[in-house]
């Protein structure tokens, strides 16, 4: 399968460019940079050194990718981004590299990245995620698989969420959002109760949904400490791999993050 380049793209002489690549006018692609097969990058997007993006993603008009980290404390070390296979990326998407920190920013496969969202450097964002448009994640910030997240939230830096949670629109995430928990708010950033709807559309049985429920009640309705909460969470629940997954969210915070506590409804 042969590789389409239109004659107004500038491609680095270094740049790696596997089978079935298409770029469009007007696109830069700079020295160091790997793109795997079939990846369609449409006119003006920017790809800097340092980028390594899996097969068969689209990139959009007006992505930049790969430049600088926004980091006063970024000294030209040199970095990476990593884009995995099949990920979408809409129009005017900048994903910054990594810095000293982590070495790099790291996007998985099978993503959805809509229109003018910006990640920073040493965020790292798992698959089957969708990020609405106009979505902005400071510095290091952690998503895990099959979340989603509404169109422009600002998640602050540091700021982990969760495998299956979601985020509302126009919401300030500063804080931890939990496996499997739904959050929201600008004035005052809360959570909302499970990701029930999206929990049944990826498959969960309603006796997983239960014993998740159960769990965050425990957490945070019981009135008990939140570590007298995960003990009990540990002796009185089944150790289904959710509960595991639950214990070791709330138990692997180095940054000095904080709950919202009630919780559910």
Request: charged share 20%; aromatic share 8%; glycine share 12%.
């Amino acid at each position: 399968m042969q590789s389409t380049i239109h004659p107004t793209a500038v491609i680095g002489q270094s740049a790696i460019l596997g089978e079935g690549v298409t770029v469009g006018p007007y696109s830069v692609i700079e020295d160091d940079v790997e793109i795997g097969d079939g990846t369609a990058i449409w006119p003006h997007v920017h790809i800097a050194s340092g980028a390594r993006i899996g097969s068969s993603c689209r990139i959009h008009s007006g992505a930049v990718l790969a430049t600088e980290p926004q980091d006063l404390k970024f000294s030209g070390e040199k970095t990476w981004l990593y884009v995995g296979d099949r990920t979408v990326i809409r129009e005017c998407v900048t994903l910054n590299r990594g810095t000293k920190a982590s070495g790099k920013t790291v996007i998985g496969s099978d993503n959805l990245i809509m229109a003018y969202v910006h990640a920073g450097h040493d965020c790292v964002i798992g698959n089957h995620v969708v990020i609405a448009n106009s979505v902005q994640f400071g510095g290091h910030c952690e998503v895990g698989d099959y979340a989603v997240i509404g169109g422009l939230t600002g998640v602050h830096q540091f700021v982990r969420i969760g495998r299956f949670a979601m985020v509302g629109g126009i919401a300030r995430a500063s804080l931890d959002v939990p496996p499997f928990v739904m959050a929201g708010g600008h004035d005052s950033f809360r959570y909302e109760g499970l990701n029930a709807i999206g929990l049944k559309r990826r498959g969960f049985t309603s006796e997983k949904i239960t014993l998740i429920r159960d769990a965050y009640r425990l957490l945070f309705q019981s009135g008990l400490l939140l570590a007298n909460a995960l003990e009990k969470v540990k002796s009185e629940l089944p150790q289904e791999p959710e509960i595991l997954e639950i214990l070791d969210f709330f138990a692997s915070g180095t940054h000095g993050r904080k709950f919202i506590r009630p919780f559910m409804k």
